[in-house]
């Protein structure tokens, strides 16, 4: 019997509508056989199931999705296991090449990338990225907090605009509290804001503010947001938020 081939592809599915995920990703979405995904994505690919062996997984159950791809690869199955956004950015792309570089199992892993949330969240707000950004994530569950903070302290002294992913949740209200109080340490409170929720999905939002005026947006700050903070020359006009690239303009 041929061997088949074992293959995973991880695809990015960029931040929610049919429009922002790219040909490469509906193509590898359309030629596997198997489609493993956290729980509410599944809403996001919906015209790409059709006759495929569906695994939807809850958050936090990021190891057992892994280990279930690297098994049913090896099984000879076409996997596909879906991040939103960029699969490598906060998403399952390093967790699988980690299992299986742990269990040794020299499977094929296809990268396909997507557009991460800071990206998406960034084209809503102007060009608040036209300079050297850092991105962040405030989730402590996986990183501890006093890392996170060194972190945003390093980035907010090098003057890189951040962009904050997992900014904040139910239970952690505090950290980002203790985040926003690091970096009003050094950028002054009249530093533009952009705070984008459901990017290109149902319920989208965009809020520009400052960050003095920041607290008064906190209810809209949840799981579902990315901030994007401006750096020292960042500026809002005429309702965007824009990071100078550097030209001289006469
Ligand atoms: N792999 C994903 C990030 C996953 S981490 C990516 O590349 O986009 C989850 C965080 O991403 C959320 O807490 C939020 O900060 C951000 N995020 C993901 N999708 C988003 C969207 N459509 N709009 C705004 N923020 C989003």
């Avoid at 190891?63 to 879906?82: T, Y």
Wanted: hydrophobic share 40%; glycine share 8%; with cysteine.
């Amino acid at each position: 019997m041929m061997e088949k081939k074992q293959k995973i592809t991880v695809v990015g599915i960029g931040p929610g509508s049919e429009k922002h995920l790219t040909k490469a990703a509906a193509r590898a979405l359309k030629e596997s056989s198997v489609i493993i995904s956290y729980g509410s994505y599944i809403e996001l690919i919906k015209p790409f199931l059709k006759g495929k062996e569906i695994y939807s997984f809850e958050m936090k159950e990021e190891k057992e999705r892994a280990k279930l791809a690297l098994k049913l690869a090896e099984k000879g199955k076409s996997v596909a296991v879906i991040s939103s956004g960029d699969a490598g950015v906060y998403g399952m792309g390093s967790l699988i090449f980690e299992c299986a570089a742990k269990e040794g199992k020299k499977i094929e892993i296809e990268v396909i990338p997507g557009i991460t949330a800071g990206i998406a969240c960034a084209s809503l707000l102007g060009a608040p990225l036209g300079n050297d950004f850092a991105t962040i994530s405030l989730s402590n569950l996986l990183m501890p907090w006093r890392e996170i903070k060194r972190r945003l302290a390093a980035a907010c002294k090098s003057g890189f605009v951040l962009v904050i992913y997992n900014p904040s949740s139910s239970k952690r209200k505090e950290v980002f509290r203790k985040a926003i109080k690091i970096i009003k340490k050094y950028r002054e409170s009249k530093t533009p804001v952009g705070i984008v929720k459901n990017a290109f999905r149902k319920g989208e939002k965009v809020i520009i503010t400052t960050l003095g005026e920041i607290e008064k947006f906190e209810n809209e700050i949840d799981m579902l947001a990315t901030l994007i903070i401006g750096n020292p020359q960042s500026f809002i006009f005429n309702k965007k938020i824009i990071t100078p690239r550097g030209y001289k303009l006469d």
